[in-house]
């Protein structure tokens, strides 16, 4: 397991920006397959985003397709969430969570439970 912590989140209005960052302590981060999630207040936590070792494959939700992006920072060992086009739906809290992978594995993890490392998450809010 890996020591996440997120960044980023905050108070934003429809149609505004946020970049969220996962970093790692202790560990290579491009070792890790990382994703994110979010869970709104009353929900299920759902995914947003994937990415494979060294930022070989990424994957989305429909719902964040276009608007987000993930990406890997090698040089500050982080993972971010580029989120454009915010809307009031995107409300939640987001967690990175991050898995140990294979070395030049393609392969994206899109569902919680397969993964073991998580953060405490970060609010972003998103206004009307």
């Known amino acids: 397991q890996v020591q996440l912590v997120e960044s980023g989140g905050g108070l934003v209005q429809a149609g505004g920006s946020l970049r969220l960052s996962c970093a790692a302590s202790?560990?290579?981060?491009?070792?890790?397959?990382v994703g994110w999630f979010r869970q709104a207040p009353g929900e299920e936590r759902e995914f947003v985003a994937a990415?494979?070792?060294?930022?070989?494959?990424?994957v989305y939700a429909d719902s964040v397709k276009g608007r987000f992006s993930i990406y890997r920072d090698n040089a500050k060992n982080t993972v971010n969430l580029q989120m454009n086009s915010l809307k009031p739906e995107d409300t939640a809290v987001y967690y990175c969570?991050?898995?140990?992978?294979?070395?030049?594995?393609?392969?994206?993890?899109?569902?919680?439970?397969?993964?073991?490392?998580w953060g405490q998450g970060t609010q972003v809010t998103v206004s009307s």
């Open positions: 202790g560990r290579t981060f491009s070792r890790y397959a």
């Open positions: 969570a991050a898995r140990g992978t294979e070395s030049y594995s393609t392969t994206v993890y899109s569902t919680a439970r397969q993964y073991d490392s």
């Open positions: 990415i494979a070792w060294r930022g070989g494959n990424t």
